[in-house]
């Protein structure tokens, strides 16, 4: 069986949102989608040649992430890969990667990011992996009322919360520099809306402190992003544990990375904590050097917020 490997049109958008409702859970990958006004110039498809469809897709998504200094630099997310699995063993994948590292590297990427449970498909299309680590243990008991006010995030906290964002990352290795566009439609998508976010309000003045994403996750709390000042995040901490207890569950997960202020938090959501090391992060060099990427990705405090996948 051929595929004929081609950039895709607007034509091309139901087949590509059954092709993703079909190999995905997620319902929102559509929708990202159409954050890029070039998306179907970046957007790689390997069409089958016999009149079956479109058999493969890789979605190249540019951002702006900071390297090992905090300068951002221009870098090619891989998002939203997908094959029909009637397809699947032919290559089609590396095929289109091949397509899509020569857009990103017309286009000046510095290198190229994406996230993964399969790091096989991408190694040998020249994408290393890198180590992450996250913290997980399991749920301790209710914490007692903290200095700050603690409830659930609102729309009308947009603002502030772009605003702590913004300060918490602002030298940041690997963190990505968000647009109105992703607060509106991206961070919705991989956080679930206003479900499951927590702001602390300073006591005295009302004024936001902190923000802290948590999801709930089969038996598990997962802490996936915070910003603000280090003496609301156990505040935040324990009341997202204690959310997590009300429904039942017994674990917590946090990706938050590590640092003085963020060890003294985690008792107030963890009873007891051991550090797990991932590789599901892989880059590839473009116009940057090796080193300069590799300093990136594992620089101290580098993280890329789950918020912000491809």
């Known amino acids: 069986m051929s595929a004929t490997v081609r950039t895709a049109t607007p034509a091309d958008d139901p087949a590509l949102s059954a092709l993703w ?24 498809v390997a069409q089958n040649d016999a009149g079956k469809g479109i058999d493969a897709v890789v979605v190249y998504v540019p951002r702006l992430i900071r390297d090992a200094n905090g300068t951002p630099q221009r870098v ?28 990103m590297t017309a286009e000046q990427c510095a290198w190229s990011l994406l996230f993964t449970g399969t790091p096989g498909v991408y190694r040998s299309s020249g994408w ?15 914490a007692g009322a903290g200095a700050f006010r603690v409830r659930a995030a609102a729309p009308q906290d947009a603002v502030e919360v772009a605003v702590l964002h913004r300060a918490y990352n602002a030298k940041r290795p690997l963190s990505s520099l ?13 956080y679930g809306g206003h479900d499951g976010l927590l ?30 000042a280090d003496g609301c995040l156990g505040p935040l ?22 640092a003085p202020g ?6 107030a959501l963890l009873a007891d904590a051991r550090q797990v090391t991932e590789h599901v992060g892989m880059a590839r060099p473009l116009h940057a050097t090796a080193e300069s990427v590799r300093a990136t990705v594992t620089a101290p405090g580098a993280v890329h917020w789950y918020g912000d996948c491809f």
């Open 76 to 103: 090619g997310g891989i998002g939203s890969v997908a094959t029909r699995p009637e397809a699947r063993g032919q290559g089609l994948v590396r095929r289109l990667l091949v397509a899509a590292e020569r857009t």
């Open 128 to 142: 290393e992996e890198f180590a992450s680590t996250y913290t997980e243990g399991t749920l301790a008991p209710s």
């Open 237 to 258: 901490l324990a009341a997202a544990g204690s959310r997590g207890r009300a429904a039942g569950l017994t674990r917590a997960r946090v990706r938050i990375p590590d």
């Open 178 to 190: 968000r647009a109105r566009e992703d607060w509106a439609v991206r961070v919705p998508a991989w």
């Open 199 to 228: 702001v602390a309000e300073d006591p005295a003045t009302g004024a936001l402190a902190g923000w802290v994403a948590a999801r709930h996750e089969e038996d598990c709390v997962e802490v996936r992003e915070f910003a603000g």
């Open 262 to 267: 963020v060890r003294a938090a985690l008792p």
């Open 21 to 44: 409702r079909r190999c995905f859970k997620a319902t929102h990958l559509a929708d990202l989608h159409r954050l890029d006004p070039d998306s179907h110039r970046h957007t790689f």
